[in-house]
């Protein structure tokens, strides 16, 4: 089936022919295949479907199939039906029989199962109504939601390769690079550096082999965008790439996926033999005399191989430690060759931004932050998932309007953004707009995009001892401020959730603070004090009352709480007894029921369990 | 001669070929700058970070390591200013904590006036600077040890914690390191490597705690190793 | 940790392997050394000796790697492999609690393997399955929103499982095929 495809005009008529033997599909059934929806069971709901449609002989005029993240992950699975754009959330195997017969078949919708808006009870027919989608901007995900991630001609069925076709043919490289310098594009994987600049950078170097390579390392602890993006449209980043490699004037291309995302790695993989065997990739693309071809690298487990000069050492078959920078990997990179390196969200807009023009680009967002940016909105939120907005946008719209606010009635505390490396901003500060510069003055920083919503029953010295301990596993343990002051950071946090915290332990803290920020060598440990100095500043109250009146406002330190059952509220069902692994919990009928402080284990569960709010922390 | 540029270094205009360090320029002038993982000769490795200075750069200044800071026409460095001074003396405090035996580090703590350790005493016996790696490795051209694990956990050792067969038993290891962890504990294979060197003076614990100024950890005063 | 179970290293298979990565320099090292862990399970430290000789890079930058990275293991894994997400939507959404419950149904502590090879436990940074907060992978497969009650009735099934060879877990959720 290998069919080269040797010119632009080739490919365009290409593109109509896919695109003809298309309609003949009357319907499409979209089940979504993304990592959440395939744990609820999304691939029985595909079978089911598919068993269905060939039982009633529709095979010819209805198509099932499995694509990328729809983002609305916390309603999974998501299911929708083209050429209607119906929308069922949660569907289950059983349900398909009644979906075939009243919608395929009597072009009916099945009321039960739409999305129902939980503040007007209505029923919405379809997603972009559903006030999740509604509010945001999808670019890089527009068509996450339809296509097919391991069909090449899906991609090319909506336009796909088309701005690699333009950029080839109709642009000198220098007018590719202004375009994206123009576009006002900045890296979506942290840092925000100008991507048009960083590329200049990597042009001018002297050296006929360059590289570039994709960072799809993804280790913030709570982001999955770049992971929906190559598991959801990985031809998209491939395009970005070849069309990079031609302005920048590289000969090869990396794409490093960490390996906990073995269906990334296999989508990639696949892509990219598919644009070999399209002539898109390799030797003399699309008979433009351009030659590229990509690799794909498997990460082998470390968060710091994120980072840019440890992610080239690991290419390089070493273990991942960072070095000093400069010299810059633009200048001396993987293998000592000029390299430029970008984020696969990044790599994913560079296509867009060719189609459409930089000016279109830079008409979103605010001044100085361009385009939309992908969150990945998890925590204690209603609506969890992926969300592609335009930068600008704030915190209070994402968290309120497209994630539907705090789960369970509770109150929002913070939202932590920027992985490890970011901090927790606080409820006043909800209506900052989203963009590079706003979230750096607050303490914290976009990071690739990871947004984790906290409400009242997080302890906020609990949360930045996690991150403490998540570095200090994570570091690479090379320079001396990043190991060890993390690792006593971590000590000092720890005694502070066990009752044993110091008055002058706040300030050591900011101290300690201080030195990681100026002391260490990479952005890891120059970033790491983020989540202790922001919970510091926002949430100093919280610090005090751990270390002066030894109590956690939150209930969640267990050296500092306990647990005991209100009488007036319980009604001696039994159900905490039931739970508590210690039978610490125990009561008679129609007596309020007790819990034995020595043997309590403060595990919680009895809290969680009690329907009434009679189990008090305190 | 190689390219010269020219940049100033606490006030003082110099000249420096290209492609050398900010370190190896103030340290041309005469000034001290503290290094513990810097050896000339062995390439820089930028981990103990002691060698920090100040980087003016317009109104903004950062701090960077000097030894691997490479001289550029027009930088303004200083490389004793109070911010580096403070930072200086945390870093010490943090390395001193990992090594209170150290007699380098106490040499240096007394020079730089850092007379309390505030961070809890974890003796590992090792600041990772990474000399007998770099040691083994530029000089011998062996691979006889190496960096093991990562985070806290990082060790330097030997594959397996048996001698490979890559050592050439030149003992360079336990003569470049600083802290004297290499020092070869007759006998002890995994610990030194060759077992030939006689240097076992270690102090380990103090027999009994004199109250000195490096044994206060955060529960007081109390003798190392006990 | 599993000792006492030693497996023949198979040299034929080794050599066939190291066939795919000739005269490529010190670069293959990583690829390489998931492909022996992918062979074998784990990395025996005959296989490694033996790479080290084959591609004369010294033994120590091979120790080096795999102490580094986290999915290389050195002892061998068990049958069943339970991951639990300790990321931060799985800890604000309680994974600490998930976690140890199933060190205590497992009696096994983080990153250790049962005697009998039958299980192996390990805490991940993330999964990438944020929105299914907590989240707990058994063997490829990922079970959302779990909680203490669900993740031991899920543990014992397998343990269960584990004796009478029953064949839960070969549904294809969570994998794509
Ligand atoms: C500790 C650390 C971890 C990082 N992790 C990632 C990551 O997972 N993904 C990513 O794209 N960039 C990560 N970065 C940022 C990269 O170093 C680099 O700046 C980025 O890939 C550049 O791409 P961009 O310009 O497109 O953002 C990390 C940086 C640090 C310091
Ligand atoms: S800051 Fe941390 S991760 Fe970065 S080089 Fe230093 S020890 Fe390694
Ligand atoms: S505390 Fe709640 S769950 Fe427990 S017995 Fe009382 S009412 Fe029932
Ligand atoms: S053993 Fe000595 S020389 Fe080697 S890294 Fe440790 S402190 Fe440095
Ligand atoms: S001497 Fe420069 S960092 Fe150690
Ligand atoms: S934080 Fe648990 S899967 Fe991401």
């Given at each position: 089936?290998?069919?080269?495809?040797?010119?632009?005009?080739?490919?365009?008529?290409?593109?109509?022919?896919?695109?003809?033997?298309?309609?003949?599909?009357?319907?499409?059934?979209?089940?979504?295949?993304?990592?959440?929806?395939?744990?609820?069971?999304?691939?029985?709901?595909?079978?089911?479907?598919?068993?269905?449609?060939?039982?009633?002989?529709?095979?010819?005029?209805?198509?099932?199939?499995?694509?990328?993240?729809?983002?609305?992950?916390?309603?999974?699975?998501?299911?929708?039906?083209?050429?209607?754009?119906?929308?069922?959330?949660?569907?289950k195997p059983e349900d398909v029989p009644e979906v075939i017969e009243k919608t395929i078949?009597?072009?009916?919708?099945?009321?039960?199962?739409?999305?129902?808006?939980?503040?007007?009870?209505?029923?919405?027919?379809?997603?972009?109504?559903?006030?999740?989608?509604?509010?945001?901007?999808?670019?890089?995900?527009?068509?996450?939601?339809?296509?097919?991630?391991?069909?090449?001609?899906?991609?090319?069925?909506?336009?796909?390769?088309?701005?690699?076709?333009?950029?080839?043919?109709?642009?000198?490289?220098?007018?590719?690079?202004?375009?994206?310098?123009?576009?006002?594009?900045?890296?979506?994987?942290?840092?925000?550096?100008?991507?048009?600049?960083?590329?200049?950078?990597?042009?001018?170097?002297?050296?006929?082999?360059?590289?570039?390579?994709?960072?799809?390392?993804?280790?913030?602890?709570?982001?999955?965008?770049?992971?929906?993006?190559?598991?959801?449209?990985?031809?998209?980043?491939?395009?970005?790439?070849?069309?990079?490699?031609?302005?920048?004037?590289?000969?090869?291309?990396?794409?490093?996926?960490?390996?906990?995302?073995?269906?990334?790695?296999?989508?990639?993989?696949?892509?990219?033999?598919?644009?070999?065997?399209?002539?898109?990739?390799?030797?003399?693309?699309?008979?433009?005399?351009?030659?590229?071809?990509?690799?794909?690298?498997?990460?082998?487990?470390?968060?710091?191989?994120?980072?840019?000069?440890?992610?080239?050492?690991?290419?390089?078959?070493?273990?991942?430690?960072?070095?000093?920078?400069?010299?810059?990997?633009?200048?001396?990179?993987?293998?000592?060759?000029?390299?430029?390196?970008?984020?696969?969200?990044?790599?994913?807009?560079?296509?867009?931004?060719?189609?459409?023009?930089?000016?279109?680009?830079?008409?979103?967002?605010?001044?100085?932050?361009?385009?939309?940016?992908?969150?990945?909105?998890?925590?204690?939120?209603?609506?969890?998932?992926?969300?592609?907005?335009?930068?600008?946008?704030?915190?209070?719209?994402?968290?309120?309007?497209?994630?539907?606010?705090?789960?369970?009635?509770?109150?929002?505390?913070?939202?932590?953004?920027?992985?490890?490396?970011?901090?927790?901003?606080?409820?006043?500060?909800?209506?900052?707009?989203?963009?590079?510069?706003?979230?750096?003055?607050?303490?914290?920083?976009?990071?690739?995009?990871?947004?984790?919503?906290?409400?009242?029953?997080?302890?906020?010295?609990?949360?930045?001892?996690?991150?403490?301990?998540?570095?200090?596993?994570?570091?690479?343990?090379?320079?001396?401020?990043?190991?060890?002051?993390?690792?006593?950071?971590?000590?000092?946090?720890?005694?502070?959730?066990?009752?044993?915290?110091?008055?002058?332990?706040?300030?050591?803290?900011?101290?300690?603070?201080?030195?990681?920020?100026?002391?260490?060598?990479?952005?890891?440990?120059?970033?790491?004090?983020?989540?202790?100095?922001?919970?510091?500043?926002?949430?100093?109250?919280?610090?005090?009352?751990?270390?002066?009146?030894?109590?956690?406002?939150?209930?969640?330190?267990?050296?500092?709480?306990?647990?005991?059952?209100?009488?007036?509220?319980?009604?001696?069902?039994?159900?905490?007894?039931?739970?508590?692994?210690?039978?610490?919990?125990?009561?008679?009928?129609?007596?309020?029921?007790?819990?034995?402080?020595?043997?309590?284990?403060?595990?919680?569960?009895?809290?969680?369990?009690?329907?009434?709010?009679?189990?008090?922390?305190? | 001669?190689?390219?010269?540029?020219?940049?100033?270094?606490?006030?003082?205009?110099?000249?420096?070929?290209?492609?050398?360090?900010?370190?190896?320029?103030?340290?041309?002038?005469?000034?001290?700058?503290?290094?513990?993982?810097?050896?000339?000769?062995?390439?820089?490795?930028?981990?103990?970070?002691?060698?920090?200075?100040?980087?003016?750069?317009?109104?903004?200044?950062?701090?960077?390591?000097?030894?691997?800071?490479?001289?550029?026409?027009?930088?303004?460095?200083?490389?004793?200013?109070?911010?580096?001074?403070?930072?200086?003396?945390?870093?010490?405090?943090?390395?001193?904590?990992?090594?209170?035996?150290?007699?380098?580090?106490?040499?240096?703590?007394?020079?730089?006036?850092?007379?309390?350790?505030?961070?809890?005493?974890?003796?590992?016996?090792?600041?990772?600077?990474?000399?007998?790696?770099?040691?083994?490795?530029?000089?011998?051209?062996?691979?006889?040890?190496?960096?093991?694990?990562?985070?806290?956990?990082?060790?330097?050792?030997?594959?397996?914690?048996?001698?490979?067969?890559?050592?050439?038993?030149?003992?360079?290891?336990?003569?470049?390191?600083?802290?004297?962890?290499?020092?070869?504990?007759?006998?002890?294979?995994?610990?030194?490597?060759?077992?030939?060197?006689?240097?076992?003076?270690?102090?380990?614990?103090?027999?009994?705690?004199?109250?000195?100024?490096?044994?206060?950890?955060?529960?007081?005063?109390?003798?190392?190793?006990? | 940790?599993?000792?006492?179970?030693?497996?023949?290293?198979?040299?034929?298979?080794?050599?066939?392997?190291?066939?795919?990565?000739?005269?490529?320099?010190?670069?293959?090292?990583?690829?390489?050394?998931?492909?022996?862990?992918?062979?074998?399970?784990?990395?025996?430290?005959?296989?490694l000796v033996k790479a080290s000789h084959h591609f004369r890079i010294p033994l120590s930058?091979?120790?080096?790697?795999?102490?580094?990275?986290?999915?290389?293991?050195?002892?061998?894994?068990?049958?069943?492999?339970?991951?639990?997400?300790?990321?931060?939507?799985?800890?604000?959404?309680?994974?600490?609690?998930?976690?140890?419950?199933?060190?205590?149904?497992?009696?096994?502590?983080?990153?250790?393997?049962?005697?009998?090879?039958?299980?192996?436990?390990?805490?991940?940074?993330?999964?990438?399955?944020?929105?299914?907060?907590?989240?707990?992978?058994?063997?490829?497969?990922?079970?959302?929103?779990?909680?203490?009650?669900?993740?031991?009735?899920?543990?014992?099934?397998?343990?269960?499982?584990?004796?009478?060879?029953?064949?839960?877990?070969?549904?294809?959720?969570?994998?794509?095929?």
């Amino acid at each position: 089936m290998a069919r080269q495809i040797s010119s632009p005009i080739e490919l365009k008529t290409y593109a109509e022919e896919v695109c003809k033997k298309k309609e003949r599909w009357e319907m499409v059934i979209a089940v979504c295949g993304g990592t959440g929806c395939s744990a609820f069971g999304s691939y029985d709901v595909r079978s089911a479907f598919t068993k269905e449609v060939e039982k009633l002989s529709l095979s010819d005029r209805v198509l099932v199939k499995m694509t990328g993240c729809h983002g609305f992950c916390e309603k999974g699975p998501v299911t929708i039906i083209y050429p209607w754009q119906y929308t069922y959330v949660s569907i289950k195997p059983e349900d398909v029989p009644e979906v075939i017969e009243k919608t395929i078949i009597k072009k009916e919708l099945v009321d039960r199962l739409l999305y129902r808006d939980p503040v007007t009870k209505q029923r919405i027919k379809h997603n972009n109504e559903i006030p999740f989608y509604a509010h945001q901007k999808r670019l890089v995900f527009q068509h996450n939601g339809h296509l097919d991630p391991t069909s090449i001609d899906d991609y090319i069925s909506v336009g796909g390769y088309q701005a690699l076709a333009k950029a080839l043919f109709e642009m000198t490289p220098e007018q590719v690079l202004v375009e994206v310098e123009k576009s006002g594009l900045r890296g979506r994987g942290g840092a925000g550096f100008p991507t048009g600049r960083k590329w200049r950078f990597c042009r001018n170097s002297p050296g006929s082999e360059k590289y570039i390579i994709c960072n799809g390392d993804e280790g913030d602890p709570g982001a999955f965008m770049d992971r929906s993006v190559m598991e959801g449209n990985p031809h998209s980043v491939i395009e970005g790439m070849i069309i990079g490699a031609y302005a920048i004037g590289a000969t090869k291309g990396f794409v490093y996926v960490r390996a906990e995302y073995p269906i990334a790695v296999k989508y990639t993989r696949l892509a990219i033999e598919q644009a070999h065997q399209y002539g898109l990739l390799g030797e003399n693309i699309l008979g433009s005399g351009f030659s590229f071809d990509i690799e794909v690298r498997e990460g082998a487990g470390a968060f710091v191989c994120g980072e840019e000069t440890a992610l080239i050492a690991s290419i390089e078959g070493k273990r991942g430690m960072p070095r000093p920078r400069p010299p810059f990997p633009a200048v001396s990179g993987l293998w000592g060759k000029p390299t430029n390196i970008n984020n696969v969200e990044t790599w994913a807009n560079v296509p867009l931004i060719i189609n459409k023009g930089a000016d279109w680009f830079a008409s979103i967002g605010t001044a100085e932050s361009k385009g939309t940016k992908t969150f990945s909105l998890v925590g204690k939120i209603n609506n969890t998932g992926i969300v592609e907005v335009p930068l600008g946008i704030t915190l209070r719209e994402i968290i309120y309007d497209i994630g539907g606010g705090i789960s369970g009635g509770r109150k929002f505390k913070a939202v932590q953004t920027g992985g490890p490396s970011g901090g927790c901003i606080p409820e006043w500060l909800l209506d900052t707009p989203v963009d590079y510069e706003r979230l750096t003055e607050l303490g914290s920083m976009m990071g690739s995009g990871g947004m984790i919503v906290m409400d009242e029953g997080t302890c906020m010295i609990d949360v930045a001892r996690y991150f403490m301990k998540f570095l200090s596993e994570e570091s690479c343990g090379k320079c001396v401020p990043c190991r060890e002051g993390i690792d006593r950071a971590l000590d000092i946090l720890t005694d502070i959730t066990e009752g044993k915290g110091r008055k002058e332990d706040i300030s050591l803290l900011e101290e300690l603070g201080e030195v990681l920020k100026d002391g260490s060598l990479c952005g890891l440990g120059r970033t790491a004090a983020n989540p202790v100095l922001s919970t510091i500043k926002y949430f100093r109250n919280e610090y005090e009352a751990h270390i002066n009146e030894k109590k956690c406002p939150a209930g969640v330190c267990k050296a500092l709480i306990t647990f005991s059952i209100d009488e007036e509220k319980c009604k001696s069902c039994g159900k905490c007894a039931k739970v508590c692994p210690t039978k610490a919990a125990s009561g008679k009928k129609k007596e309020p029921y007790k819990i034995d402080k020595e043997k309590c284990i403060k595990c919680g569960l009895c809290r969680e369990s009690c329907k009434f709010g009679a189990v008090i922390v305190s | 001669m190689a390219d010269m540029v020219e940049l100033t270094i606490d006030g003082i205009k110099v000249r420096a070929p290209k492609g050398t360090t900010v370190l190896e320029a103030a340290r041309e002038m005469g000034i001290v700058i503290p290094t513990l993982c810097y050896y000339p000769g062995l390439t820089p490795y930028g981990a103990c970070r002691l060698c920090i200075v100040e980087l003016i750069r317009g109104k903004r200044s950062s701090l960077d390591a000097s030894c691997t800071l490479p001289v550029s026409d027009g930088m303004v460095v200083f490389t004793n200013s109070e911010r580096v001074k403070k930072v200086r003396k945390v870093i010490l405090e943090l390395l001193l904590s990992t090594c209170p035996n150290s007699k380098v580090l106490q040499d240096m703590a007394a020079n730089m006036g850092v007379t309390k350790v505030r961070f809890k005493i974890k003796d590992r016996g090792c600041i990772l600077c990474g000399l007998c790696v770099r040691y083994c490795k530029e000089q011998m051209q062996s691979g006889g040890i190496g960096f093991v694990g990562r985070g806290t956990s990082r060790k330097v050792g030997t594959p397996f914690e048996m001698t490979p067969a890559e050592c050439r038993n030149c003992n360079g290891c336990e003569w470049i390191c600083p802290v004297c962890m290499r020092a070869c504990r007759a006998g002890q294979l995994v610990e030194g490597i060759c077992g030939g060197c006689l240097n076992v003076a270690v102090v380990e614990t103090c027999p009994v705690c004199v109250k000195c100024s490096e044994s206060v950890g955060p529960e007081g005063h109390r003798a190392y190793g006990k | 940790m599993a000792t006492g179970i030693v497996r023949e290293v198979d040299l034929k298979a080794l050599e066939k392997i190291f066939r795919g990565f000739e005269g490529k320099g010190e670069s293959i090292l990583i690829p390489l050394v998931q492909a022996i862990q992918a062979e074998y399970g784990f990395l025996p430290k005959e296989a490694l000796v033996k790479a080290s000789h084959h591609f004369r890079i010294p033994l120590s930058r091979f120790y080096g790697v795999v102490t580094f990275y986290a999915q290389f293991y050195l002892t061998p894994r068990g049958k069943h492999t339970i991951r639990c997400c300790r990321g931060t939507a799985c800890h604000v959404r309680g994974a600490a609690k998930v976690i140890e419950t199933v060190e205590q149904e497992l009696g096994l502590k983080e990153g250790e393997t049962s005697e009998d090879l039958s299980f192996s436990f390990e805490t991940v940074a993330c999964l990438g399955a944020c929105a299914l907060a907590p989240v707990v992978v058994l063997d490829e497969r990922y079970y959302g929103q779990m909680n203490p009650e669900k993740v031991r009735v899920l543990v014992r099934q397998y343990k269960g499982a584990s004796i009478q060879e029953s064949s839960i877990g070969e549904e294809n959720n969570g994998k794509a095929d």
